[in-house]
Antibody
Framework: QVQLVQSGGGVVQPGGSLRLSCAAS????????MHWVRQAPGKGLELVAF????????YYADSVKGRFTISRDNPRNILYLQMNSLRAEDTAVYYC???????????????WGQGTMVTVSS | EIVLTQSPATLSVSAGERATLSCRAS??????LAWYQQKPGQAPRLLMY???TRATGFPARFSGSGSGTEFTLTISSLQSEDFAVYYC?????????FGGGTKVDIK
C-alpha cells in the first residue's frame, strides 16, 4: 500500500543538527513532489520545505532558509530533511507528505508520514 | 503570501447537529483549496480538495463549497468520530499556506 515511514528525530541542543528520513513505498516516488510540514506543540501546520519530483526545484519557509536542506534519493525512494543550527522554535512534530497529483506545480497532500518529534532543548 | 483565516477557532457542537466551518483567503485562490482533518496524535488526513471534492474514505455528510476567497466546510450531522481539528490549505500559489485550524469539540 501507499505509505511514508519516517525515521530520525529526537532531542538535540540548540545549535545542533539532525537529519530526518522518509521512506516511500507503494507508488512511483520519482513522479511526485514531496514536502516537510511541521507542527509545534499545540499549534497549527507550517510548510517547511518542498522538493520537486526530480529534485530540480526546492522551496523553504523563511523561518528555516539557510539552515535546513531538503533532498531526495529517487532510486532508494527516500526523502530527507537535514536540519542545522537548530533553535528552540524548531521544536515540533515533523511530517513528510506527498503531492496529491503526479508532476504537480502546486498541490494538496494526500499521503502523510506518521510524524516524528524534534525537540531542541539544552 | 496568501493568508488563510479560519473561523471559529473552536466550535462546540452536539452529536447529530450540523457544523459549519469557514476559511477566508486574503486573495483569490480560485478553487485550489483543501481541507484536512486531524485527530490527536495523528497526522492530518486529506478530507476535501478542489474546494468541494471529498477525498477517499470520507462520507457524504462532509461537504465543501466556495471559490475565490470564501470557503465553507459543512458536516451535516456530527458523529463521534468527527470531533477533531480541521485545517484549510491553499495550493493556488506559492508559498502554500494553511489556516490556523478550527477545533470541533463536544458540546
Amino acid at each position: 500500500q501507499v505509505q511514508l515511514v519516517q525515521s530520525g528525530g529526537g532531542v538535540v541542543q540548540p545549535g545542533g543538527s539532525l537529519r530526518l528520513s522518509c521512506a516511500a513505498s507503494g507508488f512511483t516516488f520519482s513522479s511526485y513532489g514531496m514536502h516537510w510540514v511541521r507542527q509545534a506543540p499545540g499549534k497549527g501546520l507550517e510548510l517547511v520545505a518542498f522538493i520537486r519530483n526530480d529534485g530540480g526545484t526546492t522551496y523553504y519557509a523563511d523561518s528555516v532558509k539557510g539552515r535546513f536542506t531538503i533532498s531526495r534519493d529517487n532510486p532508494r525512494n527516500i526523502l530527507y530533511l537535514q536540519m542545522n543550527s537548530l533553535r528552540a522554535e524548531d521544536t515540533a512534530v515533523y511530517y513528510c507528505a506527498r503531492d496529491f497529483s503526479l508532476l504537480a506545480v502546486a498541490d494538496c497532500f494526500n499521503v502523510w508520514g506518521q510524524g516524528t518529534m524534534v525537540t531542541v532543548s539544552s | 503570501e496568501i493568508v488563510l483565516t479560519q473561523s471559529p477557532a473552536t466550535l462546540s457542537v452536539s452529536a447529530g447537529e450540523r457544523a459549519t466551518l469557514s476559511c477566508r483567503a486574503s486573495q483569490s485562490v480560485s478553487r485550489d483549496l483543501a481541507w484536512y482533518q486531524q485527530k490527536p496524535g495523528q497526522a492530518p488526513r486529506l478530507l476535501m480538495y478542489g474546494a468541494s471534492t471529498r477525498a477517499t474514505g470520507f462520507p457524504a455528510r462532509f461537504s465543501g463549497s466556495g471559490s475565490g476567497t470564501e470557503f465553507t466546510l459543512t458536516i451535516s450531522s456530527l458523529q463521534s468520530e468527527d470531533f477533531a481539528v480541521y485545517y484549510c490549505q491553499q495550493y493556488n500559489s506559492w508559498p502554500l499556506t494553511f489556516g490556523g485550524g478550527t477545533k470541533v469539540d463536544i458540546k
